[in-house]
């Protein structure tokens, strides 16, 4: 369903990637592994148009989408987290979920359209938070938000950027079964991580960037 070939980007004279090839199959979990810099990031960020490859092409579905502006890739459906969360902190977790959803500001949503939230913040294990500012959940549960947010976009592709990095064991288990499901569900997800059990308890591929390509 995604496919890159020859990925290039550099900023300035820092060449970061280097040729990146691949070939994401529908329904399949891969993770990305690699050192600090190595570039994962930025691929991701290339994926879904946040940045611009310097030489390459992205097909998605067929359709050549390097050059889209972040809003078409999603609408395509590309999802994305960010490594840093980019929640919006000072609405509730179940308004950061509508938002995601509608992809627009809302007034009043339907009740079928809260009723699909509720459903989406009870997949992530928040529905008890429902009510909270994003802003002051715990850490793990504001990376679950951060995976409630790409399911509620409807993407079939997700990206997700370190999702347990920093986390504690109750949550990583959530998350760890929370992937589980998504894949059963056919969504195919790229993630980077560097937790070992957790990649061995989710991952159908595993890929290894070293020096801006991805070498096995
Ligand atoms: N927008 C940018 N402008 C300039 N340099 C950048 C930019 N984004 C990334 N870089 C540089 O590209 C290199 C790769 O960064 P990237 O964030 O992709 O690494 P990463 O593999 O995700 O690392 P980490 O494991 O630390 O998250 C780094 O040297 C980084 O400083
Ligand atoms: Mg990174």
Sequence with gaps: MLELKNIHKS????????????RLEKGCVYTLKG?????KTTLINIISGFLKPTVGVVEFKGK???????????????????????????????????????????ANPSTEQQKRADEILEKVSLLEKRNELAGEISYGQQKLLTIGCCIANDADLLLI?????????????KITNLIKQLKQEGKTILQIEHNTDYINATSDHILQMEKGVIVC
């Design 35 to 39: 050192g600090n810099g190595s570039g």
């Design 11 to 22: 900023f300035g004279d820092a060449q970061v990637l280097n040729g990146v090839n691949l």
């Design 64 to 106: 050549k989408i390097a050059r889209f502006a972040p809003y078409r890739v999603n609408r395509l459906g590309i999802g994305r987290t960010f490594q840093d969360l980019r929640l919006a902190t000072q609405m509730s977790v179940y308004e950061n979920i509508l938002l995601a959803q509608e992809k627009k500001l809302f």
């Design 161 to 173: 950027d370190e999702p347990v990095a920093g986390i504690d064991k109750d949550n990583l288990l």
